[in-house]
């Protein structure tokens, strides 16, 4: 066996190829790993979709995919702290680890970040090339299901855990996988309220089924009125932006309560304008950016989440499909009528 199934980036354009590759081989400080279960993830829509993002990122010929569980099947020279047979993820961020933020423990905001399925080779194959300091060995006690889904759900526990959440209300603006991902941890982690506001009923539907209290429409006209009788007339405490929609950034901070703290995590595909004065300045708000996950603090929450309250992540996972129905994966995500779609990778 020298060969494997791959979904592959073949060059510029829409679409991915199902094909087959040769199986890689790990560099001395790496680990070769066999793909179990993969997760897709909003960012392999981009590069399907082949939009702008995708177009000054990513350089085909390309194996696509970051969120995973496997095996581990063989070890690069050096690797002397795992072993073969381990069940694994890894973080997909591939740090330089020598930079000022690498070096500050801030490896999330790395200078020279690559990202699995990105900036090189990723998991929707058989078998996948990883640092061993990426490898995320996983509990037992957690199904490969969730395993996979360690990525994804580690930009939403880095999103609430970047501000108390403990006996707040929270706002989430945006129900994709990693703004209902967010629901039931900040349930978990004590908030008082958490109010979703998202167009989509479906997504609606899910974000009550993982535990929100209130969901809304976007588009609903009393939604200023619902959502400050929800909280008291003040407006919630803590906002979390899972959109990227600048719309619900604006509505998010008109009604974030003075001394209120605001994550952003949703990425706008273009310039937001915003009333500082207003909006921020005046009311005392501190705003965050936050992106991936902080390595491997993040990792740790997500372990104790999952061993805790797995199941409850359940309604998220809308799809299980083998690694050759990846098209029918893109576009029920495309068509809005899927959330987390898993690939059985290996058979
Ligand atoms: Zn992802
Ligand atoms: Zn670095």
Redesign the pocket.
């Known amino acids: 066996m020298s060969t494997m199934n791959v979904v592959k980036k073949q060059g510029p354009g829409r679409g991915i190829e199902i094909t087959t590759d040769a199986i890689p081989e790990p560099a001395p400080d790496e680990v070769l790993i066999k793909v179990n279960i993969a997760g897709i993830c909003g960012t392999d829509l981009h590069i399907y979709r082949w939009d702008a993002w995708a177009e000054s990122r990513v350089k085909p010929p390309l194996i696509i995919g970051h969120e995973f569980i496997g095996t581990i099947y063989a070890l690069g020279k050096n690797v002397k702290h795992l072993q073969i047979g381990q069940r694994v993820s890894a973080e997909g961020h591939i740090?330089?680890?020598?930079?000022?933020?690498?070096?500050n423990g801030q490896?999330h905001i790395?200078?020279?970040?690559k990202i699995l399925g990105v900036d090189r080779n990723g998991c929707f194959a058989e078998f996948v090339c990883v640092p061993a300091e990426n490898v995320w060995p996983v509990h037992p006690d957690i199904p490969d299901f969730y395993g996979a889904l360690f990525d994804p759900l580690g930009n939403a526990m880095h999103t609430v855990m970047a501000q108390p959440v403990s006996m707040k209300n929270v706002l989430i603006t945006g129900a994709g996988s990693i703004g209902l991902f967010a629901i039931p941890i900040a349930k978990e982690s004590g908030a008082k309220k958490v109010i979703v506001v998202e167009p989509n009923p479906f997504k609606r539907e899910i974000a009550l089924k993982v535990g929100a209290d209130h969901v809304l429409d976007f588009y609903d006209s009393d939604i200023r009125r619902k959502i400050l009788d929800y909280t008291d007339e003040l407006g919630p405490d803590v906002f979390l932006e899972m959109s990227g929609n600048g719309q619900s950034l604006r509505l998010g901070l008109e009604l974030l309560s003075n001394g209120g703290e605001v994550s952003l995590l949703g990425i706008p595909p273009r310039e937001v304008e915003l009333n500082l004065a207003e909006q921020i300045i005046f009311k005392g708000i501190t705003i965050r950016g936050i992106t991936g996950r902080r390595m491997f603090e993040t990792w740790y929450q997500c372990e104790s989440f999952l061993l805790k309250n797995g199941k409850v992540i359940d309604p998220i996972i809308t799809h299980v499909l083998d690694l050759e129905d990846v098209e029918k994966g893109f576009m029920e995500m495309e068509a809005n009528k899927a959330i987390k779609v898993l690939l059985k990778v290996s058979k």
């Open positions: 740090t330089c680890g020598h930079c000022k933020y690498c070096r490896g790395c200078k020279d970040v």
